[in-house]
């Protein structure tokens, strides 16, 4: 079992930034993928970033490329969100996501259904 809880939402501006946290507890390691996905009322759930990838790396969503960077402190087990230049567009919950790898099929995170995830948290940006 894996404990997921995120922290760090909250109401910003356009343009503005925000850090999201996520700290992980249980049965959690190094080489598992922790990210994040996010959720309006009414659509599907949306894969934002996870890490790590099979190369060492991470993946992004496309609509946030350049803008959001993830990070990991496996000392710590948390995985971090920065966003920078927030736009309206990223309005959601976002929540954070833990599974036994980062699966990317055809550019976007395939989570397994056996996944485990947060509680989430609210992220609002205002035009």
């Known amino acids: 079992q894996v404990q997921l809880a995120e922290s760090g939402g909250g109401s910003v501006q356009a343009g503005g930034s925000l850090r999201l946290s996520c700290v992980a507890s249980?049965?959690?390691?190094?080489?598992?993928?922790l990210g994040w996905f996010r959720q309006v009322p009414g659509k599907d759930r949306e894969g934002v970033a996870a890490i790590p990838t099979r190369d060492g790396g991470a993946w992004y969503a496309d609509s946030v490329k350049g803008r959001f960077t993830i990070s990991r402190d496996n000392d710590k087990n948390t995985v971090y969100l920065q966003m920078n230049a927030l736009e309206p567009e990223d309005t959601a919950m976002y929540y954070c996501a833990a599974d036994r790898e980062c699966t990317i099929l055809g550019g976007y995170w395939r989570i397994a259904d056996a996944s485990y995830w947060g509680q989430g948290t609210q992220v609002t940006v205002s035009s």
């Open positions: 249980g049965h959690i390691h190094s080489g598992h993928c």
